[in-house]
């Protein structure tokens, strides 16, 4: 079965500071996997996707199949970085999309 | 305005009583999912469709029941056997194949009180 790990449910950093959210799977196939992001009082929305391997609001995230690894990261953390973070993998084949249980980041000033 | 609408936004009910959650999209998206959302779970998939008059369940199903009549529309009903319906509840919409599936739009919830 299919599982998304992030060990991580609070993560505190300074405006400036890198930011790394930590995401782990474990799937037998090849997966697809995605960050999604909800901001204070906004939807849940796509962050962005591995297979596009471009970089969103300065965030960029690389599959690591050796390590079962997709995580988050940004060099410069921002305020309006501050949200809830959840990665998720989506199974070949059919539309199924299991996500982790979240990271909540907070910048501090 | 186009997106996805969930309704209720909030809903009380007594024990034992069965409510139907409601969940529409004008995306014209395939696909279509049902979430729970607790404090420290994440989102659990209760079922998903992935086209009309078809729909799997997912990793928490018991307790719940879908219909997928249209395109359009994906209830949700909880039933007296879900142990703990007290939860938010999120539907979303995707479209089924190619490079853009994968990305859910998701509606803004229904907030689910058992009393």
């Known amino acids: 079965a299919q599982r998304v790990t992030q060990p991580e449910k609070l993560l505190s950093v300074f405006k400036g500071a890198p930011v790394e959210l930590k995401c782990n799977y474990s799937y037998s196939g090849s997966p697809e996997l995605f960050w999604y992001v909800q901001y204070s009082r906004q939807r849940l929305q796509l962050l962005l996707r591995?297979?596009s391997r471009e970089s969103i609001k300065g965030f960029t995230a690389d599959l690591n199949k050796g390590e079962t690894s997709f995580h988050l990261k940004k060099p410069f953390a921002q305020e309006e970085d501050s949200a809830m973070y959840y990665c998720?993998?989506?199974?070949?084949?059919?539309?199924?999309?299991?996500f982790g249980t979240g990271t909540r980041l907070t910048i501090i000033p | 305005d186009g997106g996805i609408t969930q309704s209720p936004k909030y809903l009380f009910r007594k024990e034992g009583q069965n409510v139907t959650l409601s969940c529409e999209q004008n995306?014209?998206?395939?696909?279509m999912y049902w979430y729970r959302q607790d404090p420290g779970q994440g989102l659990r998939l209760i079922y998903y469709?992935?086209?009309?008059?078809?729909?799997q369940k997912g990793d928490i199903a018991e307790g719940y029941s879908v219909s997928r009549e249209k395109k359009e529309s994906f209830p949700l009903t909880v039933t007296s056997a879900q142990k703990n319906p007290t939860a938010f509840y999120l539907c979303?919409?995707?479209?089924?194949?190619?490079?853009?599936?994968?990305?859910?739009?998701f509606g803004e919830g229904s907030r689910l009180t058992v009393l």
């Open positions: 995306l014209n998206h395939d696909a």
């Open positions: 998720a993998l989506k199974d070949f084949g059919n539309e199924k999309l299991t």
């Open positions: 979303a919409s995707s479209i089924r194949t190619g490079v853009l599936s994968g990305e859910l739009f």
């Open positions: 469709s992935q086209i009309v008059n078809d729909f």
């Open positions: 591995h297979i």
